[in-house]
């Protein structure tokens, strides 16, 4: 341990997604800027050290489930960023000592309820001591929080908003976002994800369905075969709180919303994407919740500290394209792409980005304290700041 101050230190960092955040920093962080790294072992830890150039003075040992442990690090650093997960299982400590000393914390979580129960608990601490607390800081759940507030910015006080986001992705799973997903069934999480205000319970803002917002067939909007995209239960409650969050400073997006998530799958002649994965996604609903399924999924995906291949993460990639509407049918259109599997790619670039950012500004957009998005939290700033490395977003 060293008396140092750190502006980052980097939890899960001999994880497959902490590894690969690793380099991120050690690649993209300002020389000036303090940043560490922290796992619970210390021979994968000196080893992740070594392949970055990493001094030990930099590296902390800490299991963050033992209180002791948590309270060292979050005494030794102003941000902590943790890719350490089931957060369910992992998080809460590091959550409830960042909260409580005003260290800001940001993490790739896409456990809705969790996040949902941890506010609860938690909210009243983080608001006095200061801290900033930015869970789904990935591909859960920066693209769809952008898309809703850049769409939201071009109409002027709709009474009535609806968005439909559309992806296209190319890109593999790694055994962390597998387990993830395990856990909701194991912990019966998966049966909060059908409140669309899990996160808003307390706040003002009306929140509606959009038209066929779990249509599975040929979308004549895009021209394309569509089902439900997997994590538009966990954006769309993302996006419904950054909506309630900038109501609540008189910036609303609309008087009420509406979003949901597609996956846009090929085009008429060519079912066959289509069928295979509304087949994936009703067995997943159906059948997810029994064990003997759970234990079939370890089998055969990747267990964690596993992930796709460095070839196949380069060469994958996310597509979004999004439209609003208003009450009139006034419509507003938006794309995003950014290169790389969107799960091991993206999501590292949106943390990483996100918490250099609020290293070097301290300070929340909406001037507020407590649980925030990426976008209420950093603002537009942060926005131009991903265009400038490399996240592609037009609108029209």
Request: aromatic share 12%.
């Amino acid at each position: 341990m060293t008396s140092e101050t750190f502006d980052i230190i980097l939890v899960g960092a001999t994880g497959f997604t902490g590894r690969r955040a690793v380099k991120y920093f050690n690649d993209h962080a300002p020389e000036a800027l303090k940043w560490g790294i922290a796992a619970r072992n210390p021979e994968k830890l000196s080893k992740v050290a070594g392949e970055n150039g990493i001094e030990s003075k930099r590296c902390f040992r800490v299991d963050i489930t033992n209180p002791e442990d948590v309270e060292h690090i979050i005494q030794a650093t102003r941000i902590i960023v943790t890719t350490a997960g089931p957060f369910s299982l992992y998080g809460e400590e590091l959550i409830k000592q960042c909260a409580e000393s005003g260290t800001h914390y940001l993490d790739i979580t896409g456990e809705v309820g969790f996040i949902g129960e941890m506010i609860k608990k938690y909210e009243k601490e983080a608001i006095e001591s200061g801290s900033i607390l930015i869970p789904f800081s990935g591909f859960d759940s920066v693209p769809a929080d952008i898309t809703a507030y850049l769409l939201s910015s071009e109409f002027n006080d709709p009474e009535k908003l609806s968005i439909k986001s559309y992806y296209r992705i190319s890109g593999g799973f790694n055994g962390g976002t597998i387990a993830t997903m395990l856990n909701k069934f194991e912990t019966g999480e998966y049966k909060k994800m059908g409140d669309p205000q899990l996160l808003i319970k307390d706040q003002n803002q009306k929140v509606h369905k959009t038209d066929g917002a779990q249509f599975f067939g040929y979308d004549s909007m895009i021209n394309k075969w569509s089902v439900p995209f997997i994590m538009g239960g966990i954006n769309s409650k993302v996006v419904y709180k950054s909506a309630a969050l900038f109501s609540e400073e008189k910036k609303e997006y609309a008087e009420s919303i509406g979003y949901s998530e597609h996956s846009a799958l090929g085009r008429w002649y060519n079912p066959f994407p289509f069928l295979f994965i509304s087949v994936f996604i009703l067995s997943l609903t159906m059948l997810g919740p029994f064990s003997w399924f759970q234990a079939f999924i370890r089998k055969i995906m990747p267990a964690p500290g596993e992930g796709p291949s460095e070839k196949s993460i380069e060469n994958g990639f996310f597509k979004l394209t999004a439209y609003a509407f208003d009450k009139n049918r006034s419509s507003k259109k938006l794309n995003m792409f950014y290169p790389g599997d969107p799960g091991n790619k993206s999501t590292i670039f949106f943390l990483c980005e996100s918490a250099l950012f609020l290293a070097e500004n301290n300070n929340s957009y909406l001037g507020r304290m407590g649980f925030l998005t990426t976008v209420s939290a950093l603002g537009p700033d942060f926005i131009e700041r991903l265009r400038d490395r490399g996240l592609n977003i037009s609108v029209s």
